[in-house]
């Protein structure tokens, strides 16, 4: 079979909508190109074990070729879209045109802080590797700052740590927290009274992930006493 003369579908963003798009796809007469800016694929759910160090990067970020290696009809091309045309069916990447058949955009969302302009700008946020590593190292460098710093309110400044939404991703991040200083940081830091360290979880609603089931949010409520949580 002449594969030039096959459908060309480009799907853009290898996200786990576009997986799952280019692997439903295996076995179809058609030519695939799936385009993203990242080698590797992107387990989001876990980037906040790398926030507080659980996890390292490499485990949860797996390469795409490697994915797909057996698929006979995928390409991939690592690349960042430039320029998309719907009527002449073409888009532009940095440093080449790809025409197409059909387009699949799957390039993900972005993080809403509704309207809270001083949280965005100061806040970290936790959507790719660069800014989970990010969390992680200044998570890390507040307790080396507090672990010789003299003056009580300072260093109890330095200990206090603030996630907004209460979200499963927000409150999955300050459970993890909430482990990590009572079963690590107490070991590592012994010379700092763990009563120095406040987790607070931020949310705007009522209830601790609002979707899910009243009796699963007061669970959430028992976890964050459990775990010396504060839920504001």
């Known amino acids: 079979m002449n594969t030039n003369n096959l459908p060309h579908i480009v799907i853009i963003g290898a996200g786990f909508s576009g997986l799952e798009t280019a692997r439903g796809l295996s076995n179809a007469p058609v030519r695939i190109t799936l385009i993203d800016k990242h080698n590797h694929h992107l387990f989001q759910p876990l980037l906040y074990q790398v926030a507080i160090a659980g996890l390292v990067p490499s485990q949860i970020a797996y390469p795409i070729r490697t994915i797909f290696r057996k698929q006979k009809n995928l390409t991939f091309q690592m ?92 409150v999955e991040t300050a459970g993890a927290l909430g482990e990590l200083i009572s079963h690590v940081m107490v070991k590592d830091y012994p010379q700092l009274d763990i009563k120095d360290v406040s987790v607070i979880l931020l949310e705007a609603a009522a209830d601790l992930i609002a979707s899910y089931p009243m009796n699963y949010a007061n669970l959430l409520s028992n976890f964050c006493v459990a775990r010396r949580l504060i839920f504001v």
């Open 79 to 170: 690349g960042e879209v430039r320029a998309i045309d719907l009527d002449s069916k073409y888009i532009k990447l940095n440093g080449s045109v790809i025409a197409y058949d059909y387009l699949v955009l799957a390039v993900g969302g972005r993080t809403n802080f509704f309207g809270l302009d001083a949280i965005e700008k100061d806040g970290f946020q936790l959507k790719d590797l660069e800014t989970a590593i990010k969390t992680r190292n200044h998570l890390l460098l507040m307790f080396e700052r507090a672990s010789h710093e003299g003056d009580a309110e300072k260093r109890k400044a330095l200990l206090t740590f603030v996630i907004v939404g209460g979200g499963p991703t927000g």
